[in-house]
Each structure stands twice: as structure tokens, then as C-alpha cells.
Nanobody, 115 residues
Framework: VQLQACGGGAVRAGGSLRLSCAPS????????MGWYRQAPGKQREMVAL???????DYLDSVKGRFTISGDLHANTIALEMINLKLEDTAVYYC??????????WGQGTEVTVSS
């Protein structure tokens, strides 16, 4: 199973982007899916997670600006990002944890926010 992420791009500060993630191949039985990001020179960090009952968790710095949604049965999630800031610049990765707690990663989609 591979996760395909798309929707990244270059935007000005204050702009918006929508990231999407979908699987190629067979579907996973997942506990949760989410988005992580890695900025240049920094460690990868969790941005937003959503579980099977629809509960979401967010990185503090994106609360109120990012919204995660999805259909975990179909292994598809999206991340709506508004009011983007310079510090949101990073490569964003789609992630899934299956019911055996194995993790799967997408290839990453780049988000660049400029002033």
C-alpha cells in the first residue's frame, strides 16, 4: 500500500492550500491517519491526526487555521490550511497507522509560504 499526497504548492502568507491523501493499491484497516511535516533543518512533527471516530488532534501552532478531514475506511484524508504563515513552509507527509500499529508514509508534498 502506498499513500499518495498532493496539493502542495507555493503561496503568499495569508493564503490557503488543501492537501489530499489517497491510497494506491489495497486499503488498510487503520486506527488513525494524519499529516506530519518537516521543515529544512528540523525534525518531522505531527500537524494533525484523525482517528476512526473522527476525533482530531492538532499541533498547537496550527489550531484554528488547519482542519483535517477524511474517510478512514477509504484511507483518504485532507488538510485544509488557511491563513498560512512563513513557518508553515515544509514538506508535508501523509501518514497512516493500521490496526496492528504499523505505520505507512506518503512521499511528501511541498508547501512553500512566502512573504
Amino acid at each position: 500500500v502506498q499513500l499518495q499526497a498532493c496539493g502542495g504548492g507555493a503561496v503568499r502568507a495569508g493564503g490557503s492550500l488543501r492537501l489530499s491523501c489517497a491510497p494506491s493499491g489495497s486499503r488498510l484497516s487503520v486506527n488513525r491517519m494524519g499529516w506530519y511535516r518537516q521543515a529544512p533543518g528540523k525534525q518531522r512533527e505531527m500537524v494533525a491526526l484523525i482517528n476512526r471516530v473522527g476525533s482530531a488532534d492538532y499541533l498547537d501552532s496550527v489550531k484554528g487555521r488547519f482542519t483535517i478531514s477524511g474517510d478512514l475506511h477509504a484511507n483518504t484524508i485532507a488538510l485544509e490550511m488557511i491563513n498560512l504563515k512563513l513557518e508553515d513552509t515544509a514538506v508535508y507527509y501523509c501518514n497512516a497507522e493500521d490496526i496492528w500499529r504499523r505505520e505507512y508514509w506518503g512521499q511528501g508534498t511541498e508547501v512553500t509560504v512566502s512573504s
